[in-house]
């Protein structure tokens, strides 16, 4: 594949005091691929996660996305430069609506400051329609426009994981990260989710980066997988691969066969 | 009724109001001893909305709020004394001549407000790293550090205190007779609600809120939270100082003593009395509040057992205050008729591109 590299992680190691959470973690994420995330619970999958969208700093290596390197960035302009997350666990502003929530999100590119929003004047009535006008837009889009002025503490389970995706959406992310998307919900939402992942991957055009417990959700959706264990990477490949690497049937997955 | 009509129709009837109360005041159909309840009634808005915006909106615990209403009134009633009062301890003379008053004591208040929003910096970096009860903590300090600052500093009277701002006001009157007091109160107070509201509506505003319900996804979200925690502390403490600015030219008198935990301790009482993130419901609880307190004044020492067993009973069964987190037109769905709508709220007939079924 001749395609330009999106995220690259080099040599990645994080400590938490004398803690090895990670060891040498290489990452390349190729423009426009769906790459997988896979491991055992505490294997420091979040983690990468965490580093990447700048909640830590890495004790050691690079994260450079399209030629940046985001070592030490706040979180926040890490977002603004356009990486997108979500949740293992939903973290929707629950009590404030749907609409609120995708508006807020698009505080990058806000484009007027306190004094505008105090006088109420051209500048802010015109960035605040378009922000709002993009949110609807986004919300129709999602067909998440009928529930836009209600709670997400309201929502079913399911609809709130779809906010809280729409809402890593509206930073108009290129690279979108997925921590356990399909956590809480029932086998039979599962290929609704993945049917869902990708008309996003189709229709936005954005590169998605997951981790994934479910492997029905994995193996269908990724170009390619990568599995970590006790910090280290064990083994990467297709989802092919993956299946019969020994390694990683040992490591991850005990004696049973993949169904 | 036209939606255009509609943005003027609350505004207008406000303004109406006050008018007819300064009126009142001016031809002395309600005396002083109503005035002051007036003017305390304001003060007091603008003390527990303006609190509102960190303990509410962002939901923090600050302790401290009555340590920026001492800066904003020392140091508008010291730039009062310079400016207007002849014999003061500071300068000795008056620097302007008295018919300067009337233009001068807006700007007065306000560059008290300006002062308190400087100092208000030393609790709003340390709630970068800290939070809740830490912070709590460190906003307590921050009250104590400031009242003890001023009580040793004697040539603003230390714990004497400091008095003759009210030849500012007696300047005024002078130049034109109108209760000045009265006027900027209400003034000050309606401009104080309507900024908030502007601000904390906001989409920038609600950044604020979105740090009280998750700071973490707020900022994987591109919400620069230490710029707006930045924003509600000066915010928060500047509203503040306005406060202290005008208590002080009410009562001519200060002294630290008057800034102390008690009237931080106040001014929490009136954010959870009304409902944490509320702004009608901090309006609505300073009124009854200072109403309170003065009808229970013939009780006098009683009152404080009288007002905390309330307080007692009100949190008991009514945890989330008389509001809750909500606004009067969420409570009151009819009273949305006398606004304007939001146009952005509504939904628009869009022409969407692809809709996911």
């Given at each position: 594949m001749s395609k330009e590299t999106l995220l690259e992680i080099k040599h990645l190691t994080h400590r938490f005091g004398g803690l090895q959470a990670l060891t040498d973690i290489n990452v390349n994420l190729k423009k426009g691929e769906i790459a997988g995330l896979i491991g055992p619970n505490g294997a420091g999958k979040t983690t990468v996660f965490n580093l990447v969208s700048g909640f830590y700093v890495p004790s050691e290596g690079d994260i450079i996305f399209k030629g940046t390197r985001m070592n030490g960035l706040k979180p926040h302009v890490i977002a603004s430069l356009q990486v997108g997350r979500t949740f293992q666990n939903i973290r929707l502003w629950s009590d404030m609506t749907v609409l609120e929530n995708i508006c807020i999100s698009q505080h990058y590119h806000l484009g007027y400051g306190v004094g505008s929003a105090l006088f109420k004047n051209k500048k802010y009535r015109e960035n605040e329609k378009k922000i709002h006008d993009e949110a609807w837009q986004l919300l129709e889009r999602f067909n998440l426009a009928d529930s836009a002025l209600d709670y997400p503490k309201n929502l079913p389970y399911g609809i709130q994981r779809r906010v809280e995706i729409a809402r890593a959406l509206s930073l108009q992310p290129e690279l979108l990260l997925l921590d356990e998307p399909a956590a809480g919900l029932s086998t039979s939402d599962l290929s609704d989710l993945i049917t869902y992942i990708k008309w996003i991957h189709d229709t936005f055009g954005v590169t998605i980066w997951m981790i994934e417990h479910q492997m029905q959700v994995i193996m269908s959706l990724c170009d390619s997988i990568q599995v970590v264990d006790f910090g280290k990477e064990i083994a990467r490949g297709t989802p092919e691969d993956i299946q019969k690497n020994p390694a990683v049937i040992k490591a991850y997955l005990g004696n049973e066969e993949i169904s | 009724?036209?939606?255009?009509?509609?943005?003027?129709?609350?505004?207008?009837?406000?303004?109406?109001?006050?008018?007819?109360?300064?009126?009142?005041?001016?031809?002395?159909?309600?005396?002083?001893?109503?005035?002051?309840?007036?003017?305390?009634?304001?003060?007091?808005?603008?003390?527990?909305?303006?609190?509102?915006?960190?303990?509410?909106?962002?939901?923090?615990?600050?302790?401290?709020?009555?340590?920026?209403?001492?800066?904003?009134?020392?140091?508008?009633?010291?730039?009062?004394?310079?400016?207007?009062?002849?014999?003061?301890?500071?300068?000795?003379?008056?620097?302007?001549?008295?018919?300067?008053?009337?233009?001068?004591?807006?700007?007065?208040?306000?560059?008290?407000?300006?002062?308190?929003?400087?100092?208000?910096?030393?609790?709003?970096?340390?709630?970068?790293?800290?939070?809740?009860?830490?912070?709590?903590?460190?906003?307590?300090?921050?009250?104590?550090?400031?009242?003890?600052?001023?009580?040793?500093?004697?040539?603003?009277?230390?714990?004497?205190?400091?008095?003759?701002?009210?030849?500012?006001?007696?300047?005024?009157?002078?130049?034109?007779?109108?209760?000045?007091?009265?006027?900027?109160?209400?003034?000050?107070?309606?401009?104080?609600?309507?900024?908030?509201?502007?601000?904390?509506?906001?989409?920038?505003?609600?950044?604020?809120?979105?740090?009280?319900?998750?700071?973490?996804?707020?900022?994987?979200?591109?919400?620069?939270?230490?710029?707006?925690?930045?924003?509600?502390?000066?915010?928060?403490?500047?509203?503040?100082?306005?406060?202290?600015?005008?208590?002080?030219?009410?009562?001519?008198?200060?002294?630290?003593?008057?800034?102390?935990?008690?009237?931080?301790?106040?001014?929490?009482?009136?954010?959870?009395?009304?409902?944490?993130?509320?702004?009608?419901?901090?309006?609505?609880?300073?009124?009854?509040?200072?109403?309170?307190?003065?009808?229970?004044?013939?009780?006098?020492?009683?009152?404080?057992?009288?007002?905390?067993?309330?307080?007692?009973?009100?949190?008991?069964?009514?945890?989330?205050?008389?509001?809750g987190p909500r606004e009067l037109t969420q409570v009151f769905p009819r009273l949305k008729n006398l606004f304007a709508p939001n146009r952005n709220l509504i939904r628009p007939i869009a022409k969407p591109t692809e809709v996911r079924k």
């Open positions: - | 009724m036209t939606d255009k009509k509609k943005k003027f129709l609350v505004p207008s009837i406000t303004v109406l109001v006050m008018l007819i109360i300064i009126l009142l005041a001016k031809v002395g159909v309600i005396n002083n001893y109503y005035q002051t309840i007036l003017m305390t009634i304001c003060i007091n808005v603008i003390m527990s909305a303006s609190l509102n915006v960190v303990n509410g909106y962002m939901g923090e615990f600050s302790c401290g709020h009555g340590g920026f209403m001492a800066v904003g009134a020392y140091v508008s009633s010291i730039l009062s004394l310079i400016l207007f009062c002849p014999g003061n301890s500071i300068t000795g003379h008056a620097l302007l001549p008295p018919s300067m008053a009337i233009v001068a004591f807006p700007f007065i208040i306000l560059i008290g407000g300006a002062a308190s929003m400087v100092v208000s910096l030393l609790v709003a970096i340390p709630s970068f790293k800290t939070r809740d009860d830490y912070l709590a903590i460190i906003t307590i300090a921050t009250n104590f550090i400031i009242t003890t600052a001023i009580n040793n500093i004697p040539i603003v009277g230390g714990s004497r205190g400091l008095m003759g701002m009210k030849t500012t006001m007696s300047f005024m009157a002078k130049t034109v007779s109108l209760p000045w007091m009265l006027i900027w109160g209400f003034v000050f107070a309606a401009l104080t609600v309507v900024v908030i509201h502007r601000v904390m509506h906001s989409t920038l505003g609600m950044g604020i809120s979105a740090i009280r319900y998750d700071e973490i996804s707020a900022e994987i979200m591109s919400v620069n939270t230490n710029s707006m925690k930045l924003l509600a502390f000066t915010f928060s403490s500047g509203l503040a100082g306005v406060a202290g600015g005008l208590f002080a030219h009410m009562l001519g008198f200060i002294n630290p003593s008057s800034f102390g935990i008690m009237k931080s301790t106040e001014s929490l009482v009136m954010v959870y009395l009304g409902g944490m993130g509320s702004l009608s419901g901090s309006v609505i609880s300073a009124f009854i509040f200072t109403i309170l307190l003065e009808l229970l004044r013939p009780a006098q020492i009683l009152k404080w057992v009288i007002i905390p067993l309330m307080l007692i009973l009100i949190m008991q069964f009514r945890p989330e205050g008389f509001m």
